[in-house]
């Protein structure tokens, strides 16, 4: 195994089983391996079902596997304690508004955030690193601290989850579809902060969408699933300028919006 990679996913399977008396099993995801370097962002694409959300959540240890392995800093993912676990590996969900409570507001899990650390700093010092965060990603603190879940807009909140990953400085970020509920004029702006957290934190992105332009954008290396399975990985330009197999293909030709898009 080469040594600067952060987690590494090895036939990872998840098959799913439904009934009692006739089980009927889905194949969430079969055989899927790869592995995501320090600093990189790594694509999953493919249409819907086809098994980006149940790699991720294995990742994240929402759902155990059926069989393989999932390596992370070069140790089995499950042989973590929860709170070890969540320091190193973080998410961002589809929807913006899911990760937060209604109820207060949001600089609880901004503050919440240090609880994982393993040298909290003080309450003073917490107000000022959190302040100097959304400042880092282009937010005034002003117009977000203290205020509840439903005044801000969906790109502020996915902002928000990636300004609490810039505090936590996890190895790895999980985004899942992060962009494809909040407004396409805000999308941009999710994409580059997640680029940020790649140049400055030097942290490592499992990047999931079905949109290939945005993979496009944002990616190292990409690869492409379809029933389950990973069809086809390499460098983001390679799989797209030079797919191999027909089904990258068609995707690829299926998107002709995408090359103007790409002068983004
Ligand atoms: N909890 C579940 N129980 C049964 N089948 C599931 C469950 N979650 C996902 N699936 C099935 O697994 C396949 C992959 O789903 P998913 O990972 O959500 O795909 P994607 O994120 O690419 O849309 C689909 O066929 C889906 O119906
Ligand atoms: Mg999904």
Excluded at 6 to 35: M, P, Q, W
Excluded at 79 to 103: E, G, I, L, T
Excluded at 105 to 113: E, G, Q, R, S
Excluded at 236 to 254: E, G, Q
């Amino acid at each position: 195994m080469k040594g600067d990679a952060v987690v590494r996913v090895k036939n990872l399977t998840k098959l799913y089983t439904s009934g009692y008396i006739r089980t009927t099993e889905v194949v969430g995801a079969k055989n899927v391996s790869f592995d995501i370097k320090k600093g990189e962002i790594f694509c999953l694409v493919g249409e819907s079902g086809s098994g980006k959300t149940t790699v991720g959540n294995m990742i994240l240890r929402l759902i155990k596997p059926t069989s393989g392995k999932i390596l992370l800093d070069g140790k089995d993912a499950f042989s973590y304690d929860k709170k070890a676990y969540w320091r190193k590996v973080q998410a961002v969900f589809q929807d913006p508004y899911s990760s937060f409570n209604f109820f207060y507001n949001v600089d609880k899990p901004l503050n919440d955030a240090f609880d994982l650390l393993e040298n909290s700093p003080s309450k003073e010092e917490r107000k000022k690193i959190i302040r100097s965060t959304l400042e880092t990603i282009g937010m005034n603190p002003d117009e977000i601290l203290g205020r509840y879940p439903h005044q801000l807009s969906g790109g502020q909140m996915q902002r928000l989850l990636i300004a609490r990953s810039l505090i936590i400085r996890p190895s790895l970020l999980v985004a899942d579809e992060p962009t494809s509920m909040i407004d396409a004029s805000t999308r941009v702006a999710v994409l580059n902060e997640l680029l940020r957290l790649k140049k400055v934190a030097k942290m490592s992105v499992l990047f999931i969408t079905h949109d290939l332009a945005q993979a496009y954008y944002i990616g190292d290396r990409i690869a492409i699933m379809k029933k389950g399975e990973i069809i086809e990985q390499g460098p983001v330009r390679k799989v797209i300028f030079s797919p191999k197999h027909p089904y990258t293909k068609n995707l690829v030709a299926s998107v002709p919006p995408l090359h103007e898009r790409w002068e983004l």
